[in-house]
Structures are given as C-alpha cells and as structure tokens.
C-alpha cells in the first residue's frame, strides 16, 4: 500500500486556490489513489458547526484560536488521520498555515499561543505517538491581496474575514510568507496571478517533481467566473 500523504492548500481569500482542489483529486484517482477532499474550518459535524461559529458570529482573537483548534483536533481524529493511515491522499482547503496567518498575523495574536495549541491539537492522533501532524506538503497561492480584493468584489455576500479591509490581508499575506520562510522544504509558492492554466501547470509540476503525481496528468481547471475562486 502506498503511504498516504497530506497536501494543503493555502492563501488569502480571493486567490484561487480552491477552484483546483476536484482537478487534483481527479488527476490522483486517475492513477488509482483514494482521495480524501476535506476542508477548514470544517470537515466534520462537529467542526463545520464551529466554522460556521466562526465565519459569522463575533469574537475575539484567543475565542477564534480556540474554536479554530477545537474543530481542527476533530477534523484530525475522525477524517485526516484515518484517510492517511489508509493510504489516501489527503487533500484539505486550509490547515493550521492559516491559522497563523490570519489569527496571528492577521488579528495579531501571540503566535507563541498558536503554538502551544498547534501542539496540544495536532499531537497524539497518528500511530506515532508522538508525532505533531503537519503536512507533507503546502501549495501556498501568494496574490497581491488588492487583486485579490478584485476578485471578490462581485462574489457572493462576504462573510467576517471576506468583509475585512486590504489592509488585514496584507498582514495575513505577510503571515503566509513568514510560514512559507520558516518551513521551505514543506511550502511551495505558487504564483496566483497568473492565468488559470498556468497555476494549474505550475501545480502539477511541483508535484510530478516530487514523485507523487504522473507528468501530463490531470486537466486544468475550467475558467472560473470573477470572485467564484477562494
């Protein structure tokens, strides 16, 4: 059996990254994986209710450090870690790279808090004991948050991050790129501003260049209308 592996995806609202997810999962099923697409927050019962908590309910920052890790140590112990200990790929809209980003560098939330969280949930799940789980790998979507903002302007009703200034996501889009410095072997930066098909090309090559993915497969995603891609 093959090992399962863990992929993220990350960026700021707006910047694309969602709309490529099924495309992937398409291109691995092709090759005879199981895919497993989930997201955060979210993924479970338990943890779609606290998303929806934090998408539309006011709080301060440490109440949405705790909902995020609540829903995130559920997510692990009833979706990720079984889908990886059977060998799925696993692919998940989000993960704790956000949480640093727009919790953290974002609201300006003590990061050394997120870390004793990130620790506390992530840890205790795997058939390694002790073993924190991050990803094996993180697709980071780096756009400019003012064509991001652009983006969306014509998308649906935003929602409490989506309604926040450019400002904030110039602080979360810095928060990305101090993630992406800190933990290079892990992230790969994938230019968002480009067109549609190239971000697919780009995609696809980082991960036929690790092994995990046949060169050629899969099909770019279909142009998607302005603000339709998160």
Known sequence: MAPGLFITFEGIDGA??????????????????CVTLTREPGGTPLAE????????????????ALLVFAARRDHLRCVIEPALARGDVVLCDRFTDA???????????DTQVLSYLER???????????????????????????????????????????ALDTAFFHRVAQGYAARAASAPQRFARIDAAQPQAQVWQQLTAVLVQRGW????????????APGATL
């Open 99 to 109: 949480t640093f980003a727009y919790q953290g560098a974002g609201r300006g939330f």
């Open 213 to 224: 993915l046949a060169d050629g497969a899969g099909v770019a995603p279909a142009m998607s």
């Open 49 to 64: 209710k606290l998303r929806a908590l934090l998408l539309h309910d006011d709080m301060d920052a440490l109440t949405e």
């Open 120 to 162: 506390i949930a992530q840890t205790g799940l795997a058939l390694e004991p002790d073993l924190m789980r991050n990803p094996d790998l993180t697709l980071w979507f780096d756009l400019a948050p003012d064509v991001a903002a652009a983006r969306l302007a014509d998308a649906r009703s935003p929602d409490r991050f989506e």
């Open 16 to 33: 694309g990254k969602s709309s490529h997810i099924a495309p992937l999962a398409a291109a691995w099923r092709a090759q005879g994986r």
